[in-house]
C-alpha cells in the first residue's frame, strides 16, 4: 500500500457510553465504599508504590469509574498491599479490599 | 406612643418579610412594598431547600405569621422614586401613590441567571435542556421528570456553575447556593426514579456549610451519584433529543464524551432588575458585580452610604435562606439602634 505519509490518530477521548463498566459495576457491589471518593489523591500521595514506580491509585480509579481499564491489569500488580492509602483516606475507602476485588474481577472478567 | 416612627421595606422575599417582623417586634411602624402579588419571593416557588429539605413555603409561612402585627403590604407596585428631606424619606411608587418613611430598607434580593445565555449548552434551544428552578417548579407541581418524548430519562446530567465562576457571562463570583442545590437535586431524581442514573459535572463541590458535606456524602453513599470534574464544555443534540456532553475529566486528563437524556443547569444568582434603578435614586453604591455594597463588611454591613438606607439579604449578594434570615435579623437590630440613638 502507498505510503501518504500520514495517518489516523486513534481517538484519545473517554467514550463513556461504549466503554465496559463491568468491573466498575462489580466493584460498586462489593466494595461501596469506594463510590466515597472525592479524588483528594491522599491515597496516591502516601502510596510506597507511587513512591518508585508510575502507579497512580486514584487516577487508576478514576479512570476505572469511566469504564477505561486498558491499563488496569499491568498497574495493579505494582500494589504491594501496605494499606498506607486506607489509612490516609478522609472517606474511609476500604482500598485493601478494591484491591483485592479488583485482581478477582481481572480475573474474572479479564 | 404617639408618631411611630416609620420603616419602608422594599421587597417581601424573605428577607424583607423577616425585617418587618422584627422591626415591627420592636415597635415600629412598619410598610413594605413588593412588586409581585404574593410575598416570600424565589423561596416560595422553591419546593425544598437544602440541606433540611424543609419546603420553601413553610419559611415563607412561618415569616408571614410573624410579622409581629405588619398589615400595610403594597402589593404589585415599584419605586419610581425617593426623595430625601429633613423628615426623612419620600417614596413615590408606580401606582401614584407615595408614602414617607424615617428609614428605607431596600430587600431586592436577586433574580436567577438567564441560562439563554450560555448559549453553548442549549438552553432554550434543545428540549431536554431545564434549570434548576424549572426542576423546583416541576417537583413543586408534583410531576415526575418526563424527557420531551414523555419517557422518564435513564441520564441526568446536572452542570454545576452556570452563570457563575464565568467571566464570559461576566459573572466572576460564586452563587454560593448551586452546589449544594445541585447535590440535593440529584438526590431528589435518584428518589424519584430509582432506575435513573445521575451524573454531576463541577469544578468544585463548596459545601462550605454546616450539613452541606453530609448531604454530599449521602448522595455517594446512599443514592449512587455520580460526580465528575470538569466544567460543561458544549452540548448538542442528537437526532433523537437525546443530548451529547463533551467536557474535560480532569481527574483522569483527558476529554471525555458522553450522552444523557436530560440536562440540569444549575442556575447562578444575578442581582434582581430593579436594584440598579433604586441605587441610582438613592445614591447606593453598586459593586462591581452589581449587587450593592454596605458601608463596613465587617462592622455596619446593613447601612449604606446614605444614611437611613439599609441593604439586607441576596441584593448584597448571593445568600443562603439561613444567612438572608439571619441578616435581616441583623438589620432589624441595625435601624433600631439608629432611629433610638442616630448610629
Known amino acids: ?110 | 406612643m404617639l408618631n411611630k416612627q416609620r420603616i419602608l421595606i422594599i421587597g417581601a422575599g424573605i428577607a424583607g418579610l423577616a425585617t418587618a417582623g422584627a422591626l415591627a417586634g420592636n415597635g415600629f411602624e412598619v410598610v413594605v412594598a413588593e412588586k409581585e402579588n404574593q410575598t416570600g419571593g424565589h423561596t416560595r416557588k422553591w419546593d425544598r431547600l437544602f440541606p433540611s429539605r424543609r419546603p420553601g413555603e413553610e419559611v415563607v409561612g412561618y415569616l408571614e405569621n410573624n410579622l409581629n402585627g405588619v398589615t400595610d403590604i403594597k402589593f404589585g407596585v415599584t419605586v419610581t422614586g425617593v426623595i430625601r428631606n429633613e423628615a426623612g424619606f419620600l417614596v413615590q411608587f408606580s401606582d401614584n401613590t407615595s408614602t414617607t418613611a424615617d428609614a428605607l430598607v431596600v430587600a431586592t434580593g436577586f433574580q436567577v441567571f438567564d441560562a439563554h445565555i450560555k448559549e453553548e449548552y442549549g438552553y432554550g434551544i434543545y428540549e431536554n435542556v431545564i434549570t434548576s428552578a424549572d426542576l423546583e417548579a416541576l417537583f413543586r407541581e408534583g410531576k415526575r421528570l418526563t424527557t420531551s418524548e414523555g419517557k422518564h430519562p435513564s441520564r441526568v446530567g446536572l452542570i454545576h456553575c452556570v452563570g457563575s465562576r464565568d467571566e464570559k457571562v461576566g459573572n466572576l463570583y460564586c452563587s454560593k447556593v448551586c452546589c449544594a442545590t445541585g447535590v440535593k437535586q440529584a438526590i431528589e431524581i435518584r428518589e424519584q426514579l430509582p432506575e435513573c442514573e445521575v451524573f454531576s459535572f463541577y469544578m468544585d463541590l463548596r459545601m462550605y456549610d454546616r450539613h452541606f458535606e453530609e448531604l454530599y456524602f449521602e448522595a455517594q453513599q446512599q443514592w449512587g451519584v455520580n460526580f465528575i470534574r470538569g466544567r460543561l464544555s458544549e452540548c448538542s443534540e442528537n437526532p433523537d433529543h437525546t443530548l451529547l456532553l463533551k467536557t474535560e475529566d480532569t481527574l483522569t486528563g483527558r476529554p471525555l464524551r458522553m450522552n444523557v437524556d436530560m440536562l440540569v443547569l444549575l442556575v447562578g444568582f444575578i442581582p434582581a432588575p430593579g436594584t440598579r434603578e433604586i441605587a441610582e435614586m438613592a445614591g447606593l453604591q453598586v459593586g462591581s458585580d452589581g449587587f450593592l455594597n454596605s458601608l463596613d463588611e465587617h462592622f455596619n454591613d446593613n447601612a449604606t452610604t446614605v444614611p437611613g438606607i439599609f441593604i439586607t439579604g441576596a441584593v448584597k449578594g448571593p445568600t443562603t435562606v439561613v444567612n438572608a434570615i439571619a441578616d435581616a435579623r441583623a438589620t432589624a437590630q441595625q435601624i433600631t439602634s439608629w432611629l433610638k440613638t442616630g448610629h
Not at chain 1, 21 to 40: D, Q, V
Not at chain 1, 57 to 77: F, V
Open chain 1, 1 to 110: 500500500m502507498k505510503d501518504f505519509g500520514f495517518n489516523v490518530q486513534p481517538d484519545f477521548a473517554i467514550d463513556f457510553d461504549r466503554n465496559d463498566k463491568r468491573i466498575t459495576e462489580y466493584l460498586a457491589i462489593h466494595e461501596p465504599s469506594l463510590n466515597l471518593c472525592i479524588g483528594c489523591g491522599s491515597c496516591t500521595g502516601t502510596c510506597t508504590a507511587g513512591h518508585f514506580t508510575p502507579f497512580n491509585i486514584r487516577q487508576l480509579h478514576t479512570l476505572l469509574r469511566r469504564g477505561e481499564t486498558s491499563r488496569l491489569k499491568p498497574e495493579i500488580k505494582k500494589c504491594m498491599f501496605c494499606g498506607k492509602c486506607q489509612l490516609v483516606c478522609p472517606r474511609g475507602v476500604n482500598l485493601r479490599n478494591v484491591i483485592l476485588r479488583l485482581n478477582r474481577a481481572i480475573e474474572r472478567i479479564g
